[in-house]
């Protein structure tokens, strides 16, 4: 019964060449996977995101039992182990002492929690617990801290351009392809009047048999959950996720760049890949992601700037994010740099029910898909968040529960650093705030809601537009001396003494209703 080495594989590190395997004996060696409750109840999950990972997790499991490998793995609904209201600790520790294995092997987790939980588990049970480091990302954690010492700010763009040079991606030489480093001027357009035109459809996988197990058992066990489960057509093999990264490279990837930041009603998807998740839990590679635009663009499929946007989300963004919050760690994620009450997210970021059609429509594709693109993330439901004045804990802690993709290395500095600014500016340099002016130039939402972005004060006023005013108001002190502030708080400062004082008294009321559930 027992085992010499047991491979502990976690719900976010579905890949078969990862570290943990290596020196695998399948003789004496088992892998170890568990779903446990409390480990789908620590956040409010979204349905679809139960569904995700354990359907993924179960055809990992699946797929190494077909290789000749031992496969202890806890299931919920068919495992009374993992029912119990035990956490992931609880589950492994009755293990160790079934298997009496000689030593743990994990990859470096994704999330700090699960790091320190599985040392003190390692402690308590006197067994030794080896962590190796996970090459699945081009940056490793020590790198990350090496390039990080010793300096007054850590830019994305001079780390973005260090790995562009270090991996010969997108280089002529030593200059960028194309002259320049960054083209992200060519990647912000609307898409007009007109709209987006005739979209290519998402590639969709029907769920098969064992993904509608799960989807039963989560109905089953969780049907408090947020969100719905019906439109679940994602990969959750590899040999479908690739067939995923295929589609957008054949059908989304050319003008992804361009429109990368438009947004457009009763469309989640247009031209965003929607890879994210298949890379969190690793059932995609970022090499196999990032060559393959490459391949596009070298092949005259793909233009230098979508190609130079999609790159940059995966080599600079995806890597500097997972840097930084290992540098910051564990302190990071009790950051509230602009000292906001312990106000959680307004009602309707559970449910959508809300008159603002940006909200409203961002939330539909939540709860329908449990998904947005970034900007819908960073300037709907994330800029209304940080106006109305969430605590960036409970933001984060929303985001964590209602995106397929969320895993906290992540989320929380996506989150509760960018787009809450709740580490005061360790990630982003000021607050991305912006009235509704910037969601009606952006989208075609304005034009369909109740609400007018241009005005801030009077019962047709923009939520947006009022708290926005206001929140320049609470924050000016603080906001002065940063330089990429200054055109905004000069703007306030422009403002009457009357109308400012009518946007507070808004802006209160606003909060307050907010507080109450009510909607608005």
Known sequence: MGCRHLLLVLGDQLNRDSAVFDGLDPREDAVWMAETRREATHVWCHKQRLVMFFAAMRHFRDDLREAGVTVHYHALGEDPTGDRGEDFAAVLGADIQRLQPRRLIVVEPGDYRVWQMLRDCARVHGIELEIRADRHFYCGIAEFRDWAEGRRELLLETFYRRLRKRHGILMDGEQPEGGVWNLDRDNRRSFGRAGPGKLPAPRAFPPDALTREVMAMVARRFPDHPGRMEAFALPVTRTHALQFLEDFIAHRLAD?????????????V??????S????????????????????????????????????????????????????MPDYAERNALDCEDREVPGFFWNGETDMQCVAGAMQAVLEHAYTHHIQRLMV??????????????????????????VDWVSLPNALGMSQYGDGGIVGSKPYCATGKYIQRMSNYCGQCRYNPGEAVGEDACPFTTLYWDFLERHAARFRPNRRMALQVKNLDRKRAGEREAIGERAAALRARADRGERF
Do not use: T
């Not at 992804?256 to 989640?268: C, Q, R, S």
């Not at 247009?270 to 890879?275: G, P």
């Not at 080599?315 to 919050?325: M, V």
């Open 270 to 275: 247009l031209y965003h890949s929607r890879l």
């Open 277 to 328: 998740v298949a890379l969190n839990l690793k059932l995609l590679d970022p090499r196999e992601c990032v060559d393959a635009a490459l391949q596009a663009h070298r092949a005259g499929r793909a233009p230098l700037n979508s190609v130079e946007g999609f790159v940059r989300q995966i080599l600079g963004w995806r890597e500097y994010i997972r840097g930084i919050y290992w540098l910051h």
């Open 381 to 406: 439901l994330g800029l209304f968040a940080q106006l109305l004045g969430v605590h960036p804990r409970r933001f984060h802690d929303w985001h964590m529960a209602m995106y397929l993709d969320a």
């Open 256 to 268: 992804f760049g361009a429109f990368e930041d438009a947004m457009w009603a009763g469309e989640a």
